[in-house]
């Protein structure tokens, strides 16, 4: 059973830099044809993709969050993490963490995933 945990902040300021970490258990981030994703759901809308880091290291951004976003991994501690710049209060929202084989190039359908984190609130004000 493969579980993800993220943690982080709850509250982060202004042109701050978000950092979550998701924690990996019963599965490896390396295992081939696995990508681990970051993804978002402000309040009040739906999914928004956010990137993720595949099996070989290989990363990809969503187009619309790329020049504030990087996602990296420690294979050691088996975790990934991400790091989102400058952030406002359009960055409050609740943060997944999943695992998931791609259908798509960008991996943007929920039905492309199979495990997930519970999530952690991210609300950002001064």
């Known amino acids: 059973q493969v579980q993800l945990q993220e943690s982080g902040p709850g509250l982060v300021k202004p042109s701050q830099t978000l950092t979550l970490t998701c924690t990996v258990s019963?599965?490896?981030?390396?295992?081939?044809?696995?990508?681990w994703s970051w993804i978002r759901q402000p309040p009040g809308k739906g999914l928004e993709w956010i990137g993720y880091i595949a099996y070989s290291g290989r990363t990809y951004y969503n187009p619309s969050l790329q020049s504030r976003t990087s996602i990296f991994r420690d294979t050691s501690k088996n975790q990934f993490t991400l790091h989102l710049s400058s952030v406002t209060p359009e960055d409050t929202a609740v943060y997944y963490c999943a695992r998931g084989r791609p259908v798509t190039a960008t991996m943007t359908l929920k039905e492309e995933y199979d495990y997930w984190g519970q999530g952690t609130q991210v609300t950002v004000f001064s």
């Open positions: 019963g599965g490896s981030i390396i295992t081939n044809g696995y990508y």
